[in-house]
């Protein structure tokens, strides 16, 4: 064994230690969670069921998805609950090879990921899921019992609190892009337009289709595009004056 491949040795190592105490959490918060996995799917599934009509009920369609959807919520909630551990041992394992501006970087945006995430789930749920419900239930035929298989339910769900989760990331794709010197702030700026097309098209292609799905989605997406540009120009505003002052000294 050479002496090159030590490190690489230790590197592994500690990666795997990491991700076995990431998949610790994830295991912990969900066998906390399984005794109440179908209280957490009456839970997930309340903005649909007060949208149905009176005397109207979900589903089952198959034999076992009475036990497998509940489960697999509650897997999926769990991921989402242990993401703050999970981060903090990617943040444990990348840390040291970074620099320190680049480490008083990274802590605010893995901290603003995360809340963004979860405000991206938290307006989906409250906001989108009550008025997109509202309308599919209200535009259905007089003679069509609206009956939705819980299966089909959850994987509906799941993809939009995903896609809005992850269009909550805007800001935090914004700055990278910036700091690492893909673009600028005042390039996005003049690309203002194409981004808001862009963001209709986006909340169209991820939302069902009903207009106002795709308006709660892409306005949230340009209003955080412009969050990301807004906290883009002071980091590189703050940036100049911290080098600028580095010039002085040296001068």
């Known amino acids: 064994m050479t002496d090159n491949s030590v490190p690489l040795i230790t590197h592994l190592i500690e990666l795997r230690s990491r991700l076995l105490r990431a998949v610790v959490a994830i295991l912990v918060i969900f066998l906390c969670l399984v005794y109440f996995a179908n209280d957490l799917y009456h ?4 903005p649909l ?3 149905l009509p009176e005397g109207s009920n979900m589903i089952a369609t198959n034999v076992a998805a009475p036990f497998f959807t509940p489960f697999k919520l509650t897997i999926v909630v769990a991921m989402a609950l242990a993401m703050p551990v999970v981060l903090h041992q990617a943040w444990g394992f990348i840390a040291p090879g970074l620099y320190r501006h680049e480490r008083r970087l990274a802590i605010p945006l893995l901290v603003m990921s995360v809340l963004l995430f979860y405000g991206g789930i938290a307006f989906a749920f409250y ?15 007089d003679d069509v019992v609206i009956a939705t298989d819980i299966s089909s339910y959850l994987d509906f769900v799941l993809k939009i609190l995903f896609a809005f989760g992850l269009a909550f990331e805007i800001p935090i794709a914004v700055i990278l892009l910036c700091v690492s010197g893909v673009t600028s ?5 003049k690309k203002r337009p194409y981004v808001i097309v862009a963001a209709f098209v986006i909340g169209m292609l991820l939302t069902p289709p009903d207009v106002i799905s795709q308006t709660l989605l892409a306005l949230p997406m340009w209003l955080l595009f412009e969050l990301g540009v807004l906290m883009s120009s002071l980091y590189s505003r703050q940036r100049d004056d911290q080098n600028e002052e580095e010039s002085d000294v040296k001068s």
């Open 43 to 46: 839970w997930i599934a309340e």
């Open 49 to 51: 069921v007060a949208q």
């Open 127 to 141: 906001v989108v899921f009550p008025l997109a419900f509202s309308f599919f239930t209200s535009v259905a035929p």
């Open 185 to 189: 702030p005042a390039s996005l700026r």
